[in-house]
């Protein structure tokens, strides 16, 4: 099992480029999450599915776009970056609700200029 | 709404010594209570939860944490700590009662063990 895996680990965009992180678990879980940590903030979760097909927004969702058209894959998009999504992000997954035991990837490392 | 705070950035302890690292919460349910672990450039790490039954709850790498309902608290304990213990640690708290999906987590607290 690779676990929860995400690309690129790290990442340098212009302000107004777009891009997308991308996730993907080989656990079969139902539930995945994406989280942007800023020091001194904790995690904040940014959007979440509770499987394929069904997604939702979390507490900051503005500026993202997510789609899960397989159990396995949970892209992130940002559509026009800003400086203010200067972030660490991390993808989770769970084989419960996402308000359980998760399982982190290790991280995209992105800085928007 | 739910919350968890933990009110120390940072915890310095000796290697060999008892550590403790502090989480309050509140929900207006029932809790559902989380610790991680994060490395440096590492993701997190799930250590121990707390769901229901007893109030000592043993976890990873000889962690345990204990629940108190009348004070809201759910504070992370190792009785003898390693310099590699040494990361930052993740309260987490997910209010079952309400049926929320969204767990809120904790700013962190920063651990480092002295040799």
């Known amino acids: 099992n690779a676990g929860v895996t995400q690309t690129p680990k790290f990442q340098v965009l212009k302000t107004g480029q777009s891009m997308t992180l991308q996730c993907a678990q080989d656990?079969?879980?139902?539930?995945m999450s994406w989280y942007r940590q800023d020091p001194g903030m904790g995690l904040r979760l940014i959007h979440y599915?509770?499987?394929?097909?069904?997604?939702d927004q979390g507490e900051v969702p503005n500026g993202y776009n997510v789609s899960r058209s397989t159990t396995e894959d949970f892209p992130l998009r940002l559509l026009s970056a800003a400086p203010s999504q200067t972030s660490v992000y991390f993808c989770?997954?769970?084989?419960?609700?996402?308000?359980?035991?998760?399982?982190f990837g290790p991280g995209t490392r992105l800085t928007v200029l | 709404a739910q919350s968890v705070a933990q009110p120390e950035d940072q915890v310095n302890v000796a290697e060999g010594n008892p550590l403790t690292v502090k989480c309050t919460y509140s929900?207006?349910?029932?809790?559902?209570l989380f610790w991680y672990v994060q490395y440096p450039n590492r993701g997190l790490q799930f250590l121990l939860k707390?769901?229901?039954?007893?109030?000592l709850v043993k976890g990873s790498y000889g962690f345990e944490a204990e629940f108190n309902k009348s004070q809201t608290s759910f504070h992370l304990k190792k009785p003898s700590a390693l310099v590699s213990d040494s990361a930052l640690y993740f309260c987490?708290?997910?209010?079952?009662?309400?049926?929320?999906?969204?767990?809120?987590f904790g700013r962190g607290t920063s651990l480092i063990v002295h040799p």
């Open positions: 989770a997954s769970s084989r419960d609700r996402p308000g359980n035991e998760q399982f």
């Open positions: 656990m079969n879980h139902e539930y």
């Open positions: 599915s509770v499987g394929a097909g069904i997604t």
């Open positions: 929900v207006s349910g029932n809790p559902y």
């Open positions: 707390y769901i229901t039954g007893d109030n």
């Open positions: 987490a708290v997910r209010d079952e009662t309400g049926g929320s999906y969204i767990p809120t």
